[in-house]
């Protein structure tokens, strides 16, 4: 939302306004999300964007927006629908706070591009990069490219030897992967990301290393990039692609006897087994995953095991076997994290464990919680979850209120799920997750037969808005 000082300053979009014409602003959202899919775009369109276009709030679209515009009203340009030219709304006076600034040119030189710093409100720059850095032809070799893997491109004869270039540009493309998902989620990613992936074991398949050292970082980073690309298939509801490259980052380990990879990769497949209605394999590959990484000295991954193990157990129905794996949980958690090598030698947590904080801590007990029907226990860890995220990382502050909506729903307390839905709806504008839309629908088939109850009409209308 936009805060006083910027509302106070929007100027009405009155061109945009004449362009909806006597349609309602639910009618003309309607029509903005069939074109979207005209063009293979998707955008979350709905009644309360239009409203913010036209009270001049948003003063310039993100870039998937801007091709739906000039995709529904061909031959007019921006200036034409009312909105101010992309270059002004950088430069202008609505700037960011000095360090969103600087985190928004970190996350720029981190995709491989020049750094300019963001200075409107919406997140624009963020959709552009997402669209350059995984828009391809095709080919493996358009997909290095796009991802900074040029180098990784594998001649068609003859051997080639690996060098520090193509290792750093593999690891490099893990960290992009990651970022995009913190803020998209996984469904717009997936197909694109899988490219790169392919141009990385073709290296594998076909190069020589000068170094035993880099042989051995090209092996982890590419099983860095199958798990990542698994979890976006994961993420997306794709569940066979994301077994596939789950076992392909787990063989990678096995060659190069790498305990971390092993570990995260069991960690991933733990999940896959959960969320795919197996859960003694979650509990077997979480102890797996246990055994791989007992000698990494990183409490906080040890911790994650756990409490995959337990979501395991929560779905055997095994109250006893949660609880135990729980508490081992939080003892491992509750010993810190490990960042650098001031806390020890070899004790330093795995760099994808970043997300992981006391936030998913909250999210994971309520998920355990949840599948054993305790919906208080449920709701008091949801609610921790959703409020402890930092607003940053927009794809998992959508998913801990869209978990917390679901909690309450089932709960019985209706008026507090359509808040909390609708406060997911709020952030989840340009994230693209199978997983935070099942969540909504499931909270929306709960909540229609509360249609009376204050807050839950308001949030069927929207949900139904923004699905159809």
Request: aromatic share 6%; with cysteine; net charge positive.
């Amino acid at each position: 939302m936009a805060s006083s000082s910027q509302a106070s300053r929007a100027v009405p979009n009155l061109a945009f306004r004449r362009l909806r014409g006597q349609r309602s602003p639910g009618e003309f959202a309607a029509a903005v999300r069939k074109a979207a899919r005209e063009i293979g775009e998707q955008v979350s369109c709905d009644a309360r964007y239009i409203g913010r276009v036209e009270a001049g709030e948003i003063r310039c679209p993100n870039y998937a927006y801007e091709r739906v515009f000039l995709h529904m009203f061909p031959g007019l340009a921006l200036g034409d629908l009312g909105f101010t030219a992309r270059e002004q709304v950088r430069g202008g006076a609505r700037c960011r706070p000095r360090e969103q600034a600087h985190e928004q040119a970190l996350d720029t030189r981190a995709f491989g591009f020049a750094a300019t710093t963001h200075t409107g409100t919406d997140s624009d720059e963020e959709s552009d990069v997402l669209r350059r850095a995984f828009m391809t032809s095709g080919t493996a070799t358009a997909a290095a490219a796009s991802l900074g893997l040029s180098s990784m491109a594998v001649p068609s004869q003859g051997r080639r030897r690996v060098g520090e270039p193509e290792v750093k540009a593999v690891e490099e493309a893990v960290r992009r992967i990651r970022l995009l998902d913190d803020r998209h989620g996984a469904d717009g990613l997936y197909r694109r990301a899988a490219q790169p992936l392919r141009a990385a074991y073709a290296l594998l398949d076909a190069g020589i290393a000068a170094r035993r050292s880099t042989t051995d970082r090209l092996h982890s980073g590419a099983g860095e990039l199958a798990i990542s690309v698994g979890w976006l298939a994961h993420d997306s509801g794709r569940f066979d692609d994301a077994r596939s490259h789950y076992a392909e980052a787990l063989a990678t380990a096995r060659v190069a006897g790498d305990a971390a990879l092993e570990a995260h990769a069991f960690c991933n497949t733990s999940f896959l087994a959960r969320d795919t209605g197996r859960p003694r394999e979650a509990v077997r590959s979480a102890q797996a995953g246990l055994r791989a990484a007992e000698h990494l000295s990183s409490p906080r991954l040890l911790a994650l095991l756990s409490l995959r193990e337990a979501g395991g157990w929560a779905g055997l129905g095994d109250r006893a076997g949660c609880e135990q794996a729980l508490t081992r949980a939080h003892t491992y958690f509750d010993r810190g994290a490990r960042a650098g090598a001031g806390a020890g030698a070899g004790a330093v947590d795995p760099e994808w464990m970043s997300f992981f904080g006391e936030p998913e801590l909250e999210s994971l007990q309520a998920q355990c919680w949840a599948t054993l029907g305790d919906w208080p226990r449920a709701i008091r860890h949801a609610r921790r979850a959703a409020t402890l995220q930092d607003r940053r990382f927009t794809r998992n502050l959508a998913l801990y209120r869209a978990e917390l909506a679901t909690d309450l729903a089932h709960g019985g307390t209706p008026d507090e799920a359509a808040s909390a839905a609708e406060a997911a709806l709020d952030v989840l504008d340009g994230v693209q997750s199978a997983r935070i839309q099942a969540l909504l629908s499931s909270t929306a088939r709960t909540l229609r037969g509360h249609r009376g109850v204050r807050g839950v009409g308001a949030f069927l209308r929207r949900y139904e808005e923004v699905r159809v």
